[in-house]
């Protein structure tokens, strides 16, 4: 029982757990965004919303595309606003945070692996390579 309890409060699950609640949350203010502002716009544009009641039939066989293409339309939506709220943001605040930190590794110029920056030869190809003097 006590490796069970030690499982359950261990960090990486907790901090799992609290991503998959945010996730959670974050989808359904993503959904609930698309459905209020851009199902509108186009509908504005397309003249309907929902595409989800067209179907076509062959051989007596309904196969409604609707529900796909609905499916589809909310997705790219969903990783539009992902990436240009959330995704782009983040990565100008890292590369921010980023642009005043030292360099320590480089490309070795032979296999391209990264070594570190005093490196004299490289340690997966081993190349012999010019290291890089620091100032003191």
Known sequence: MSGFKKFLLRGNLVDLAVAFVVGAAFAS????FANSFITPLIALIGGEPDYTGLAVTINGTKFPY???LTSAIAFTITAAIVYFFVVLPMSKIIERMDRNKE????????CLATIPIKARR???CTAEVTPVQTPA
Do not use: A, W
């Not at 203010?29 to 609930?32: I, Q, T, Y």
């Not at 360099?103 to 032979?110: A, G, I, L, N, S």
């Open 29 to 32: 203010l993503v959904k609930d």
């Open 66 to 68: 609707g529900i796909f």
């Open 103 to 110: 360099v320590t590794e480089r490309d070795c110029p032979e």
């Open 122 to 124: 490289c340690q997966f």
